[in-house]
């Protein structure tokens, strides 16, 4: 029987935004200011299960960062309910979470802390991490000293290698020169490989999308519009998007018209 990993029910998430910081303070204490109210999710259901790799697609604005967010639990929903089973390892933000004054190794166990992992785990899997992020001497070096694609293959590395349960991508394969590229998509298939690890996916790119994932949700505005096989949501995505560039088509040719 299958079980369910990630469960998204009836979830709406809303922002209030504010003119300015000084709106934002006076509305504390006033409720006469009233903000605008922006749906960054509005009323979202999906179940992703065990070992399923999922592509989330859509435009800028569309939700997909959103969703991530709440999954890791940055932030959460307005309404709704999310369940998440499982270690959840996120490749978002790489160069985040690191003390400037500590050495490369010393934020090993710094951000496996972070992450909820036992330092007797930290320690077994530090010399795969090292060698991973192939840093050379730099490992002991401060991380203030590193250059931010050194910080991001050391977050790779780190976040790539704690054996997670559900692991989640956003844009990070991007990183470093090509070879290092190559080396990220290597780890990530070994990851998938056992069919035990759950993968979220967010990328522009269908061709690096269609080589990881078997599912693919589009989004936009806020909502679903389509959750089915990769390469029927890669055609999907790829006929909203020339259907929007053909809109701005005719936009301009209206403005020039005009």
Same mark, same amino acid.
């Given at each position: 029987?299958?079980?369910?990993? @990630?469960?998204?029910?009836n979830?709406?998430? &809303?922002? %209030?935004?504010y003119?300015?910081?000084? &709106? ?9 200011? %009233? ?14 299960? %065990? ?25 959460? !929903? ?16 790489l160069t985040?979470?690191? #003390? ?18 036992? #330092? /007797?785990e @930290?320690? /077994?899997?530090?010399?795969? @991490?090292?060698?991973?992020? #192939?840093?050379?001497d730099? @490992? ?23 054996? !997670?349960? *559900?692991?989640?991508? #956003? ?17 990530? $298939? ?18 690096? /999308? %269609? ?8 989004? $936009? &505005? ?7 096989? *990769? &390469?029927?949501?890669?055609d ?15 936009k ?7």
């Amino acid at each position: 029987m299958s079980k369910a990993t @990630i469960k998204f029910k009836n979830v709406t998430k &809303q922002y %209030k935004l504010y003119k300015n910081d000084k &709106q934002r303070f006076r509305a504390i204490f006033s409720r006469r200011i %009233k903000p605008k109210i922006k749906k960054a999710i509005d009323d979202v259901s999906f179940t992703i299960e %065990k070992g399923e790799s999922v592509a989330l697609f859509g435009r800028n604005g569309a939700g997909k960062s959103t969703i991530l967010k709440m999954i890791t639990g940055v932030t959460y !929903p307005t309404k709704g309910e999310i369940v998440v089973d499982g270690r959840v390892s996120a490749l978002l933000e790489l160069t985040a979470g690191f #003390d400037p004054d500590f050495t490369g190794r010393e934020n090993i166990f710094f951000r496996g802390q972070l992450l909820g992992i036992e #330092d /007797a785990e @930290i320690k /077994a899997l530090e010399p795969e @991490i090292i060698e991973f992020a #192939d840093l050379g001497d730099y @490992i002991d070096q401060p991380v203030r000293t590193y250059s931010s694609g050194m910080k991001a293959r050391l977050g790779f590395a780190i976040n790539a290698n704690i054996k !997670p349960e *559900i692991l989640i991508v #956003d844009e990070a394969l991007s990183v470093g020169d090509k070879e290092f590229r190559l080396k990220c998509n290597r780890k990530i $298939k070994d990851i998938l490989g056992d069919g035990e690890s759950t993968f979220l996916f967010v990328t522009h790119s269908t061709k690096v /999308a %269609k080589s990881f994932c078997k599912r693919g949700i589009v989004l $936009k &505005q806020g909502r679903i519009l389509f959750d089915g096989e *990769i &390469q029927d949501a890669i055609d999907f995505y790829e006929e909203l998007l020339e259907q929007a560039q053909e809109a701005r088509k005719r936009k301009g040719s209206k403005k020039v018209l005009g």
